[in-house]
């Protein structure tokens, strides 16, 4: 069973930083680009930033570029998004998913505030 | 960057058709995605590829495709579709969603 569970959200105060993690099991993680994606309280969902199977071809929305980066290490079946300066409008639930869209996480809620 | 607009709500009664638009340039060029997602739930993949349904999506799910718009369609909704809906695309280093489209039915 494809599994995609994403853990490391929190409460962080403005200009913190925090890192996401996302463990992926039941399929071959090497094999798969990935993608994060969130959602604020109530709003619609945001492309956040995209990675491919072997991180050779990284991509980021204009909102979080030069904030956020996202990893993976495919030996350990997981992905990640490094979180800094973050910003009230940062707060969001985010999902890491297959970049075929077909599996998704249940989402790791971040909050920026003071 | 570029955009794709949806309208912010459809309406229908049980076992009506619901139709659902989404409109961008880069929908001429570009494939569709359609998302179904309900309170407090992940986004579940319902249309690929502008008109493919994954298994296990009812068929009363479709898309179509015409130009710069593509269409999702629900024959004879149900309560249980009753959701957010939100049409994506990938073009080059970007990808977007749409603003989404709640669907009421009752």
């Known amino acids: 069973e494809v599994q995609l569970v994403e853990s490391g959200g929190g409460l962080v105060q403005p200009g913190g930083s925090l890192r996401l993690s996302c463990a992926a099991s039941?399929?071959?993680?090497?094999?798969?680009?990935m993608n994060w994606v969130r959602q604020a309280p109530g709003k619609g969902l945001e492309w956040v930033s995209y990675i491919s199977s072997s991180s050779s071809t990284i991509y980021y929305a204009d909102s979080v570029k030069g904030r956020f980066t996202i990893s993976r290490d495919n030996a350990k079946n997981s992905l990640y998004l490094q979180m800094n300066s973050l910003r009230d409008e940062d707060t969001a639930v985010y999902y890491c998913?297959?970049?075929?869209?077909?599996?998704w996480g249940q989402g790791t809620l971040v909050t920026v505030s003071s | 960057s570029y955009e794709l607009t949806q309208p912010s709500s459809v309406s229908v009664s049980p076992g009506q058709t619901a139709r659902i638009t989404c409109s961008g340039d880069?929908?001429?060029?570009?494939?569709a995605r359609w998302f179904q997602q309900k309170p407090g739930q992940a986004p579940v993949l319902v249309i690929y590829?502008?008109?493919e349904r994954p298994s296990g999506i009812p068929e009363r799910f479709s898309g179509s495709s015409s130009g710069t718009t593509v269409t999702l369609t629900i024959s004879g909704a149900q309560v249980e579709d009753e959701a957010d809906y939100y049409c994506y695309s990938a073009a080059d280093n970007n990808r977007v969603f749409g603003g989404g489209t709640k669907l009421t039915v009752l």
């Open positions: 880069v929908l001429a060029k570009k494939y």
């Open positions: 998913a297959r970049a075929s869209s077909d599996y």
């Open positions: 590829k502008d008109s």
């Open positions: 039941g399929f071959t993680f090497s094999s798969y680009s």
